[in-house]
């Protein structure tokens, strides 16, 4: 791994101080305020780990002695939100405006095989905190009680954390539940931590082992959609990438971290970040389409990903386009040309394709500029007529009104036209069909 640890100091760690700064979260006051009245409530993980160490939490992660059902229905009324139980593993979600709270029923887990679910049982507050991750998550922060403000951890996860360092609790964790490895990751380009040299091993030994083959592509594709989202989306998936991690998941899958930089420079504000670092995933394979395997294993991959309703097919679309923009992009002469090549390709393939042709011809070649062209003017040019205006002429309702009005623009694009209603209409209606 290469993430950097930073100089090591002590977390605060004072309860009452962390306490208080816990309830000027959106959402605290009312969760802090239902600790008091039924008790057995603890704040753990991730937002106790991000409290000591002075950042924000992303969200409210709470443990119950007990069942959830009350405690998430009591929270959503009180923040006008909903909560949504999962009556399998004991948790429940609490989402209103601006606020996102789980709660857990205390439990321990077991894995009947690698990769597989766990199975859950009611546990003790020791036991949930050795089922987590890494030890800076192992962290509990009751809110209530006797206990109050009284920090509880696995051993060795205030040092791990002042020291800045991701640390596994048990030699199985990455066998057990692979997705894991992308957490690691994530969590150590995000926090800057560095990651303890035998959790580094156990990571590489289960990758080498074909540990991701035991879990489900959905799973793993969680973990990569919760990565896109990161602002240090690019160092993650080029340390995924180094580590394997890609390779393992898919053949052909990769990451070209000066691509996608290169590319993120020059996208477009209306354009979207996660499918341009999606599609870039999947360049290497778009290359290769001519091959048996190639659409399959994109496919594949984008399956895993479970991205929302059409936008798979919009991953698939930009990584083809990049490949085909890149590849000729440097032999396109007039403006015809231009718009045969990248008329309706996706603005997230063009900014990609700008980007393999900077490693192939340098940051000011032709096909750069010709890119270039097209995604700050060209693209931006628009027929003041519409389909109710050749209608209104003449034009009966159907396919010959778009493809009429699909001849106009290319005649302004090429400037062979004067822009404006009457000119445009006069080409729309003068077109061969």
């Given at each position: 791994?290469?993430?950097?640890?930073?100089?090591s100091?002590?977390?605060?760690?004072d309860?009452?101080?962390?306490?208080?700064?816990?309830?000027?979260?959106?959402?605290?006051?009312?969760?802090?305020?239902?600790?008091?009245?039924?008790?057995?409530?603890?704040?753990?993980?991730?937002?106790?780990?991000?409290?000591?160490?002075?950042?924000?939490?992303?969200?409210?992660?709470?443990?119950?002695?007990?069942?959830?059902?009350?405690?998430?229905?009591?929270?959503?009324?009180?923040?006008?939100?909903?909560?949504?139980?999962?009556?399998?593993?004991?948790?429940?979600?609490?989402?209103?405006?601006?606020i996102?709270?789980?709660?857990?029923?205390?439990?321990?887990e077991?894995?009947?095989?690698?990769?597989?679910?766990?199975?859950?049982r009611?546990?003790?507050?020791?036991?949930?905190?050795?089922?987590?991750?890494?030890?800076?998550?192992?962290?509990?922060?009751?809110?209530?009680?006797?206990?109050?403000?009284?920090?509880?951890?696995?051993?060795?996860?205030?040092?791990?954390?002042?020291?800045?360092r991701?640390?596994?609790?048990?030699?199985?964790?990455?066998?057990?539940?692979?997705?894991?490895?992308?957490?690691?990751?994530?969590?150590?380009?995000?926090?800057?931590?560095?990651?303890?040299?035998?959790?580094?091993?156990?990571?590489?030994?289960?990758?080498?082992?074909?540990?991701?083959?035991?879990v489900?592509?959905?799973?793993?594709?969680?973990?990569?959609?919760?990565?896109?989202a990161?602002?240090?989306?690019?160092?993650?998936?080029?340390?995924?990438?180094?580590?394997?991690?890609?390779?393992?998941?898919?053949a052909?899958?990769?990451?070209?971290e000066?691509?996608?930089?290169?590319?993120?420079?020059?996208?477009?504000?209306?354009?979207?970040?996660?499918?341009?670092?999606?599609?870039?995933?999947?360049?290497?394979?778009?290359?290769?389409?001519?091959?048996?395997?190639?659409?399959?294993?994109?496919?594949?991959?984008?399956?895993?990903?479970?991205?929302?309703?059409?936008?798979?097919?919009?991953?698939?679309?930009?990584?083809?386009?990049?490949?085909?923009?890149?590849?000729?992009?440097?032999?396109?002469?007039?403006?015809?040309d231009?718009?045969?090549?990248?008329?309706?390709?996706?603005?997230?393939?063009?900014?990609?394709?700008?980007?393999?042709?900077?490693?192939?011809?340098?940051?000011?070649?032709?096909?750069?500029?010709?890119?270039?062209?097209?995604?700050?003017?060209?693209?931006?040019?628009?027929?003041?007529?519409?389909g109710?205006?050749?209608?209104?002429?003449?034009?009966?309702?159907?396919?010959?009104?778009?493809?009429?009005?699909?001849e106009?623009y290319?005649?302004?694009?090429?400037?062979?036209i004067?822009?404006?209603?009457?000119?445009?209409?006069?080409?729309?209606?003068?077109?061969?069909?």
């Open positions: 791994m290469s993430a950097i640890a930073q100089p100091q002590p977390p605060a760690d309860g009452d101080a962390l306490i208080a700064r816990l309830r000027e979260l959106p959402g605290a006051a009312e969760l802090i305020a239902l600790a008091e009245a039924r008790g057995g409530v603890e704040l753990v993980g991730g937002a106790v780990r991000d409290l000591l160490l002075g950042r924000v939490p992303r969200e409210l992660d709470a443990v119950v002695a007990g069942g959830v059902e009350d405690l998430a229905s009591e929270l959503a009324n009180a923040l006008g939100g909903r909560a949504t139980v999962h009556e399998r593993f004991g948790t429940a979600e609490v989402r209103a405006e601006g996102a709270v789980d709660l857990a029923s205390m439990r321990a077991t894995y009947p095989a690698p990769g597989e679910l766990p199975e859950v009611p546990g003790t507050p020791v036991e949930d905190l050795h089922r987590r991750d890494f030890t800076v998550n192992a962290i509990a922060l009751p809110l209530a009680g006797e206990r109050r403000g009284e920090l509880r951890s696995v051993e060795g996860a205030l040092e791990d954390l002042a020291a800045r991701l640390r596994v609790l048990h030699e199985r964790s990455f066998l057990d539940d692979p997705t894991r490895i992308l957490r690691l990751v994530r969590y150590a380009v995000r926090l800057s931590f560095s990651v303890e040299p035998h959790t580094a091993e156990l990571a590489g030994s289960a990758l080498a082992s074909g540990a991701l083959d035991s489900s592509g959905a799973r793993l594709g969680s973990e990569l959609r919760l990565a896109f990161e602002p240090c989306a690019v160092e993650i998936l080029a340390e995924l990438d180094r580590l394997g991690v890609f390779a393992a998941w898919e052909g899958v990769g990451f070209d000066h691509i996608a930089r290169a590319a993120l420079e020059l996208l477009p504000a209306d354009a979207s970040r996660r499918l341009l670092l999606a599609a870039s995933l999947l360049l290497g394979l778009a290359y290769k389409l001519d091959e048996e395997d190639a659409e399959p294993a994109m496919r594949g991959f984008i399956y895993d990903m479970e991205l929302p309703s059409g936008e798979g097919d919009r991953v698939f679309g930009a990584a083809v386009s990049a490949a085909v923009v890149a590849d000729g992009v440097g032999s396109v002469a007039t403006t015809a231009i718009l045969d090549l990248m008329y309706r390709a996706p603005v997230e393939s063009l900014a990609l394709a700008v980007a393999v042709r900077d490693l192939e011809d340098g940051p000011d070649s032709y096909g750069r500029r010709t890119i270039e062209r097209w995604l700050n003017t060209m693209r931006h040019v628009e027929l003041e007529v519409g109710e205006d050749l209608i209104a002429a003449g034009v009966p309702e159907g396919p010959e009104v778009g493809a009429r009005l699909e106009a290319r005649l302004l694009l090429e400037e062979a004067e822009p404006g209603r009457e000119s445009e209409l006069r080409a729309a209606l003068g077109v061969q069909l």
